[in-house]
């Protein structure tokens, strides 16, 4: 968490929670691999470029930090936050190829948003069924008219683990 996100976090908060992300993987009894740590930079304000939109800066640069001989889906960020201001959330793919990333711009009704895609990340992983094998509830309530503002793209990983 951190009070303001600069421009050079992003490419040095990635790297360590990939990093991080690497330490944290293992298996169950059965030699099942189990779901790795839900990884996200959090602000309460943030940085804006003006050559090109924030949003679409920090997927590039997403993209220079991982790659698919390298990385698992568990390994990429799965939230970059401004809770006053947007949120870039990693939707969990149905082949486990990709992982991707979308973007939220909030109004000022949705300040509720950065939160939430937080406790969904985090519960996520809490109730995987991965971990004793139960099933996770939806924790997410966001009106069902409301998709995301802009897909920004896909980092290709070399699977989901």
Excluded at 102 to 118: A, C, K, R
């Amino acid at each position: 968490m951190k009070k303001n996100l600069h421009e050079n976090d992003i490419v040095h908060e990635a790297q360590a929670l990939k990093a991080a992300s690497k330490l944290c993987r293992c298996v169950d009894d059965n030699g099942q691999h189990l779901r790795g740590p839900f990884l996200a930079l959090v602000s309460m304000d943030a940085f804006e470029k003006k050559e090109k939109t924030t949003e679409q800066w920090i997927f590039e640069k997403l993209e220079g930090v991982y790659s698919k001989e390298d990385n698992y889906f568990d390994d990429l960020i799965g939230y970059i936050g401004s809770f006053n201001k947007w949120s870039i959330f990693k939707r969990r793919p149905q082949d486990g190829e990709v992982g991707e990333y979308i973007f939220f711009n909030h109004s000022e009704e949705e300040v509720h948003m950065g939160f939430q895609f937080l406790l969904t990340g985090i519960l996520s992983v809490y109730y995987d069924k991965t971990r004793n094998y139960i099933s996770r509830p939806g924790f997410t309530a966001f009106p069902s008219h409301r998709s995301c503002d802009k897909k920004l793209g896909d980092i290709e990983v070399r699977a989901i683990r």
